[in-house]
């Protein structure tokens, strides 16, 4: 079963950025998607792509997130612009729909 680590996140301030990464372990096949869990809520997908590069946005983070993905070296990526306070969770990555087990993710935490 492929395992994903997540890294990148950290504290900004509000309109700042972050590049979150995503390192499989084996070949990441079909589409690829970034999901972001806020305590108490259930997980949510925040941004997907295939594997010819066709991109999806959920619709709060359109113009403002970029989700990228390099499949010689078994990566994901989400570039996150103009972040806003609503945007903090523990940010995790797997395929859509998800069939492996989850990383620890990597928390984003915005404020002032």
């Known amino acids: 079963q492929v395992q994903f680590v997540e890294s990148g996140g950290g504290l900004v301030q509000p309109g700042g950025s972050l590049r979150l990464a995503c390192a499989a372990s084996?070949?990441?096949?079909?589409?690829m998607g970034w999901y972001r869990q806020d305590p108490g809520k259930q997980r949510e997908v925040v941004s997907s792509?295939?594997?010819?590069?066709?991109?999806s946005y959920v619709e709060s983070v359109k113009g403002r997130f970029t989700i990228s993905r390099d499949n010689d070296k078994n990566m994901v990526y989400l570039q996150m612009n103009s972040l806003k306070p609503e945007d903090p969770a523990v940010y995790y990555c797997?395929?859509?729909?998800?069939?492996?087990?989850w990383g620890q993710g990597t928390q984003v935490t915005v404020s002032l």
């Open positions: 084996e070949s990441i096949l079909g589409v």
């Open positions: 792509i295939t594997s010819r590069g066709y991109t």
């Open positions: 797997n395929n859509i729909p998800a069939r492996s087990s």
